[in-house]
């Protein structure tokens, strides 16, 4: 679904990706780990054209991205800080982003149902919480059927019940062959939902691969401590 190959970014003398190569399969929920500054957004924002790489390519589903704008229409991404105008009602802003879609889906009403959002639907935006926000933002990015999904920190602010609902919903877009690519500094989550892993430090792939082939490399017990391993052994 998604092959990136030899990725190489900077910005200034910033060397921000150096060298990534990765291969993405259909039907998987994929998750980007690391530090702040490791490379995850700029890796993220690349294959979803917003950052041009210096050297290598991305493609995705067979075709390349460069200078291919359409493709993105085979995307629904998740921003980790939705910036909503604050004078819209929630139902105000469902229409414009189906209207600017020209998608009659009436999937909205079933995720209004799904993560409790039917009380605020006349309220502005700019009087919501930071959690019903976040389930805003998740009702948008999941209300198309685009077979590639990019979720930022989708976890942000997030009630446990709506936790619990989001997990379900990733599972079931799973299963109808989506690919899912999701960046989360919560470990619990990302084991409870991830295929594989990729771990970058410094713009690099330190660890690509399952979550169990992680702990058996790091001889780890558990996944937080594995993940804590990668860290020491780079140091090194």
Same mark, same amino acid.
């Given at each position: 679904?998604?092959?990136?190959?030899?990725?190489?970014?900077?910005?200034?003398?910033?060397?921000?990706?150096?060298?990534?190569?990765? @291969?993405?399969?259909? #039907?998987?929920?994929?998750?980007?780990?690391?530090?702040?500054?490791?490379?995850?957004?700029?890796?993220? &924002? *690349?294959?979803?054209?917003?950052?041009?790489?210096?050297?290598?390519?991305?493609? +995705?589903? #067979?075709?390349?991205?460069?200078?291919?704008?359409?493709?993105?229409? @085979?995307?629904?991404?998740?921003?980790?800080?939705?910036?909503?105008? *604050?004078?819209?009602?929630?139902?105000?802003?469902?229409?414009?982003?189906?209207?600017?879609?020209?998608?009659?889906?009436?999937?909205? $009403? %079933?995720?209004?149902?799904?993560?409790?959002?039917?009380?605020?639907?006349?309220?502005?935006?700019?009087?919501?919480?930071?959690?019903?926000? $976040? &389930? +805003?933002?998740?009702?948008?990015?999941?209300?198309?059927?685009?077979?590639?999904?990019?979720?930022? %920190?989708?976890?942000? #602010?997030?009630?446990?019940?709506?936790?619990?609902?989001?997990?379900?919903?990733?599972? *079931?877009?799973?299963?109808?062959?989506?690919?899912?690519?999701?960046?989360?500094?919560?470990?619990?989550?990302? %084991?409870? +939902?991830?295929?594989?892993?990729?771990?970058?430090?410094?713009? =690099?792939?330190?660890? =690509?691969? *399952?979550?169990?082939?992680?702990?058996?490399?790091?001889?780890?017990?558990?996944?937080?401590?594995?993940?804590?391993?990668?860290?020491?052994?780079?140091?090194?």
């Amino acid at each position: 679904m998604v092959q990136i190959e030899g990725l190489h970014k900077k910005f200034g003398r910033n060397e921000v990706l150096q060298g990534i190569d990765l @291969e993405i399969g259909r #039907g998987e929920i994929f998750a980007i780990l690391g530090p702040n500054g490791s490379g995850k957004t700029t890796l993220i &924002k *690349s294959v979803l054209g917003m950052v041009i790489p210096n050297t290598g390519s991305i493609h +995705v589903n #067979g075709h390349s991205i460069k200078k291919n704008h359409r493709y993105r229409n @085979e995307i629904d991404y998740l921003p980790q800080i939705a910036n909503f105008p *604050s004078n819209l009602r929630v139902n105000e802003l469902i229409r414009m982003i189906k209207d600017l879609r020209n998608d009659p889906s009436e999937k909205d $009403q %079933e995720l209004i149902e799904l993560f409790g959002l039917k009380p605020y639907l006349n309220k502005k935006l700019g009087t919501l919480s930071g959690g019903t926000k $976040q &389930k +805003v933002n998740i009702l948008l990015t999941f209300m198309f059927d685009s077979p590639l999904l990019i979720l930022d %920190e989708p976890t942000t #602010g997030l009630d446990p019940i709506s936790l619990i609902r989001l997990k379900e919903l990733l599972t *079931s877009e799973k299963e109808k062959g989506k690919t899912i690519l999701v960046t989360s500094h919560i470990m619990s989550f990302v %084991e409870s +939902v991830t295929s594989k892993i990729v771990y970058l430090l410094e713009g =690099k792939i330190y660890f =690509k691969g *399952s979550i169990p082939e992680l702990k058996a490399r790091t001889k780890q017990p558990d996944f937080e401590h594995a993940i804590a391993s990668i860290l020491t052994l780079a140091d090194d």
